[in-house]
Nanobody, 118 residues
């Protein structure tokens, strides 16, 4: 079955950096666009970044453009989210999923908590 396992979240000070990972299995990862989402307390889940299957195209939410970078390693069935210049408003649980035009899978992983605070 599909498995999406996010990791790398932590407590970090404003201005700091983190690198998130998402290990995927159970579907055709190499031919799938992949995306990162996040959900802050009391808010709906939102798309943060997405990447095509061959890394040819990426797209970012305006709120993270210039600070976050999505990448993938098809040999490792893993995607990454490099987050720089973190702000308190980046605090959220971060999730990954397949798909470009919305999440492919209705079942989500456990997510990884990112907290930006001094």
């Amino acid at each position: 079955q599909v498995q999406l396992v996010e990791s790398g979240g932590d407590l970090v000070q404003p201005g700091g950096s983190l690198r998130l990972s998402c290990a995927a299995s159970g579907f055709s990862f190499k031919t799938s666009a992949m995306s990162w989402y996040r959900q802050a307390p009391g808010k709906e889940r939102e798309l943060v970044a997405k990447i095509t299957s061959n890394s040819g195209f990426t797209n970012y939410a305006d709120s993270v453009k210039g600070r976050f970078t999505i990448s993938r390693d098809n040999a490792q069935n893993t995607i990454y989210l490099q987050m720089n210049s973190l702000k308190p408003e980046d605090t959220a649980v971060y999730y990954c999923n397949a798909g470009w035009w919305g999440a492919t899978f209705g079942s989500w992983g456990q997510g990884t908590q990112v907290t930006v605070a001094s």
